[in-house]
């Protein structure tokens, strides 16, 4: 029999009016006394009003998705904090009840959940790995078996609160579309000596809408910031002995995103100054900004 534990949903929000309430709607009839729902919105203070007691709305501003999850980590006591985007779809009426049951364990300090997400790859047997000496990190959370995890994914995981805030939450050095925020945390959390489960009887479908998020549809900006953030993410977890094969395996990703057919050009160089600039964005952040660099994943 599962213990009780009382769960904070937390759902930062940000440029997409509704999203989270119609996500909400589908939680509400799965929520106890105890849980609660924190809905974090990163734009317009908006002072909605709820009839149910269990739902707050926070405020987070300037935009950060990483500021955003601590702002509502701070806010509740729940022993279970889980993290949902805004843009997904509850595909199981016993989520919570799954996120629940995973802590039994008392080793386990995270929950990756089950996500129906187009980016997975169609193939593999695990869930995440992830690849020392470049980087590279493949992850596909719509698995059918449970099994340990490296990672998590922030569409939809969940922490044991005390294991959580022991790490110092989430990093918000990681801007914009925050690329390895959830990583950073689940790399600190396994150092830390807690384990992370994937448990895929806890489902959601990450719809990845189009409006709004912190996701910024401008190439030239993703760009920027996928390199700065991975820029950021390797000085605070790659090896020195590797430090070359990751520079070598992010070159050649830059020259797959920068690929160009106009104009006789191979590589587009507003892109390749863009991925450019944010790595070198990203070193001075770190240099400023990630004391706590680890050499062990």
Not at 92 to 111: K, M, N, S
Not at 272 to 296: P, W
Request: include cysteine; glycine fraction near 8%; proline fraction near 3%.
């Amino acid at each position: 029999m599962a213990v009780s534990k009382s769960i904070d949903i937390i759902i930062p929000t940000y440029a997409r009016p509704g999203a989270a309430s119609t996500l909400v709607d589908s939680l509400k009839p799965h929520l106890t006394s105890e849980d609660r729902v924190y809905i974090v919105c990163q734009d317009i203070r908006r002072n909605e009003n709820d009839t149910d007691d269990r739902i707050s709305y926070l405020h987070s501003a300037p935009p950060n998705l990483p500021r955003a999850r601590n702002t509502g980590l701070a806010a509740g006591k729940g022993e279970i904090v889980l993290f949902l985007d805004d843009d997904v779809e509850v595909l199981d009426d016993r989520i919570l009840t799954a996120h629940r049951r995973a802590y039994e364990d008392g080793d386990v300090g995270a929950v990756a959940g089950f996500i129906e997400d187009r980016v997975f790859p169609a193939h593999g047997e695990l869930c995440s790995v992830f690849n020392e000496a470049t980087g590279e990190l493949i992850q596909n959370f719509s698995l059918t078996r449970k099994q340990e995890a490296l990672s998590v994914m922030g569409a939809h995981m969940s922490f044991k609160r005390t294991a959580l805030e022991r790490i110092g939450g989430f990093d918000d050095q990681y801007k914009k579309n925050a690329l390895w925020e959830d990583v950073d945390c689940a790399f600190r959390l396994r150092r830390a000596g807690w384990k992370i489960m994937f448990y895929p009887d806890a489902k959601v479908r990450h719809v990845r809408e189009a409006r709004g998020g912190c996701r910024t549809r401008s190439r030239l900006s993703y760009t920027y910031h996928q390199f700065a953030n991975t820029a950021y993410f390797a000085g605070r977890f790659a090896e020195k002995r590797y430090y070359r094969s990751w520079a070598r395996f992010w070159k050649y990703r830059l020259e797959y995103v920068s690929r160009a057919s106009w104009l006789g050009l191979r590589h587009d160089p507003l892109v390749v100054a863009a991925g450019a600039l944010g790595a070198t964005a990203g070193i001075v952040r770190f240099l400023l900004f990630g004391t706590e660099k680890s050499t062990s994943v």
